[in-house]
């Protein structure tokens, strides 16, 4: 059974940054498709940033050009780096597989964008 442990939420100002990790068991960066997802109370979980195998990357609109997904496939880490924080990206934020998760998902990281 795949775990996945995020971690480096926290409280920041608007305009702050914030570097979110997830740690995985076994091989699956280098086997998969892994994304960051967010979820806010009453709304579905939102894939905000994904990166392919071979380390293509994709971000939704609302994050382009502020927040950078990367991995350590030798360390079974992967990495959101979030910029100029807003305070809607305020969220619970979780990692998975891109596009077709896991069916287990790990506890979350809280991020809140508040001044």
């Known amino acids: 059974q795949v775990q996945l442990v995020e971690s480096g939420g926290g409280l920041v100002q608007p305009g702050g940054s914030l570097r979110l990790s997830c740690a995985a068991s076994g091989n699956i960066f280098s086997l998969n498709a892994m994304g960051w997802y967010r979820q806010t109370p009453g709304k579905e979980r939102e894939l905000v940033a994904a990166?392919?195998?071979?380390?293509?990357?994709n971000y939704a609109d609302s994050v382009k050009g502020r927040f950078t997904i990367s991995r350590d496939s030798a360390k079974n880490t992967m990495y959101l780096q979030m910029n100029s924080l807003k305070p809607e990206d305020t969220a619970v934020y979780y990692c998975?597989?891109?596009?077709?998760?896991?069916?287990?998902w790990g506890q979350g990281t809280q991020v809140t964008v508040s001044s």
């Open positions: 990166i392919s195998r071979i380390g293509n990357t």
């Open positions: 998975n597989r891109a596009g077709l998760p896991f069916p287990y």
